[in-house]
């Protein structure tokens, strides 16, 4: 058979991601702060776009309104306007005047007359006061050390070796810089380096520049003078104590029970943590994407916040008045490429919109138990399963669903949180959400007694007898290790002890 060129033409569908639609697939997951931050951007970048503040772009004055009894007290008021005292005069009457009442702040007036607010709250040089001016900022603790370290050091090798220190620090005032390493950065002696770290430990909250929690509690009870043999001894097995391990703490340091319990009363009474007293950073409360609420009618009412959403829309006069400016195809250009973004980025943040209120609500409709009983009636599901309701992709719910929060009755909850694995029911029955076993397990571990302290194997047998829900003892301990609650021994040893010192 010889071979030889032709021409075919052949018709075949293909999926192909567009810039455009790559970027609408990213808006999806993007959680509130980080969309509005993204439509900032995108007003400042093209000029069509502008935010909607609720009035139509193009609205009519509205007619003036006939003459009603409202207008006719304000001309009554205006004519009489001679006869009516102002707020001066009758303050002066019942000498309530500012310099009566607040001196102080009637002669600062005097020296700064645009300090002084009128009864709107303006200043009289007619700017509203910011608020920021009447809060007071929480201390950061690099700058509250810095101050310090400025009057303990007193040469400027060692304030550099300080600056380089603080700037180790974690949030809780730990030291994680390599003493060794930083050495060999600055050029310096590591006994110089500790020389300036011992320093630092004195420093104000008393604790910081530790290295290790037991530097920590070591650097506060030495300053209170309370740091012994027996003491350091102490700090040398908190591994003992976090086991509570009472009758081999007592062999080890050699005291009998009253001194173990007065000495772990003080370790008590100690911050483990004393850099968490300052600021760190902005903390970012959690708003709510959807809001669940029950209707009249007894069924749920899901509705987006439309507080966080951003509303954009697109200037089209403003795009018809410049395009008949435009002086070249490469400006005609520009304005077309503005409108057809535009236009994109409006029609992404409706479809996000509805794909989150979609979303929402048959979330809303699988968990009804949960919303009704509580978590004991979460059932299990999965991302396909609503997918599937839903008529989208898997992909599209993942997203759809990845940092957004819902508040409901129960409480505020990730959307995340809905999704659980399921558990078989032994006797045959609906299947267990995996949080409502663990929530379950939190139960009975809650509800126990120091006499009947509850192993593995029982909570396993206690789920199969209760709710025909059968797990290993290993899956136990699983779930019970990630709600971070001990083992059976250390619990009872944890409520002796509490007997004992109560």
């Known amino acids: 058979m010889a071979l030889s060129p032709r021409l075919e033409f052949r018709q075949a569908q293909s999926l192909t991601l567009t810039p455009q639609l790559m970027q609408s697939i990213r808006l999806l997951q993007l959680s509130h702060l980080e969309l509005n931050s993204f439509v900032e951007e995108e007003l400042l970048r093209n000029p069509l776009l502008e935010r909607e503040d609720g009035a139509a772009p193009d609205a009519e004055p509205a007619e003036a309104p006939e003459r009603s ?16 005292q102002d707020a001066d005069s009758i303050a002066d009457g019942y000498d309530t005047a500012v310099d009566n009442v607040f001196p102080d702040q009637s002669a600062q007036d005097q020296l700064n007359p645009a300090s002084r607010l009128d009864r709107n709250g303006a200043s009289a040089a007619g700017e509203a006061p910011d608020i920021d001016q009447f809060v007071a900022s929480r201390p950061v603790l690099s700058e509250h050390l810095e101050g310090q370290s400025n009057f303990i050091l007193r040469t400027p090798a060692d304030r550099l070796i300080a600056r380089h220190l603080i700037d180790g620090l974690n949030e809780a005032g730990y030291l994680t810089t390599d003493l060794e390493a930083l050495a060999d950065q600055l050029g310096a ?19 910081v520049f530790a ?23 102490l700090l040398g097995n908190l591994g003992m104590v976090a086991e509570h391990d009472m009758a081999g703490l007592m062999r080890v ?13 003080e ?12 600021d760190s950073g902005p903390v970012e409360t959690v708003v709510p994407d959807v809001f669940v609420r029950r209707g009249p009618d007894g069924a ?11 509303r954009v829309l697109v200037n089209r006069v403003y795009y018809a008045s410049v395009t008949r400016q435009a002086r070249g195809p490469g400006e005609k250009a520009f304005l077309s490429d503005c409108l057809a973004t535009a236009n994109w980025l409006t029609k992404s943040l409706d479809q996000r919109a509805q ?31 609503v997918a599937e309701a839903i008529d989208m992709h898997e992909s599209t719910v993942s997203r759809v669903t990845a940092n957004k929060y819902m508040a409901t009755p129960r409480g505020l909850f990730e959307m995340k949180y809905f999704f659980t694995t399921a558990i078989a029911a032994s006797d045959g029955g609906n299947d267990h959400s995996a949080e409502a076993v663990r929530h379950r397990i939190r139960q009975l571990i809650e509800a126990e007694l120091v006499t009947a302290v509850l192993s593995d194997d029982t909570i396993a047998d206690l789920l199969k007898q209760e709710q025909g829900i059968e797990l290993a003892r290993r899956t136990v301990a699983k779930y019970r290790e990630g709600m971070n609650i001990p083992s059976s021994v250390m619990r009872r040893r944890r409520m002796k002890n509490a007997q004992q010192m109560a």
Not at 220 to 229: A, F, G
């Open 69 to 84: 009894t409202e207008i006719s007290a304000y001309e009554d008021t205006v004519d009489r306007g001679d006869r009516i």
């Open 189 to 207: 002696e590591l006994a110089d380096i500790e020389a300036v770290l011992a320093a630092l430990q004195g420093c104000d909250p008393v604790g």
């Open 211 to 233: 290295r290790t929690v037991p530097e920590c509690l070591a650097i506060q009870l030495r300053e209170r003078n309370r740091l012994d043999p027996m003491m350091q001894a």
């Open 253 to 265: 340091l050699g005291c009998d029970r009253e001194d173990l319990l007065d000495m772990l009363g």
């Open 267 to 278: 370790l008590r009474r100690l911050d483990p943590r004393p850099g968490l007293a300052f």
């Open 300 to 310: 749920w009412q899901i509705e987006l916040n439309s507080e966080v959403l951003p």
């Open 355 to 385: 794909t989150i209120l979609k979303a929402s609500a048959e979330i809303v409709r699988q968990q009804d138990g949960f919303l009704t009983h509580g978590i004991a009636h979460l059932k299990p599901m999965t991302l396909r399963m």
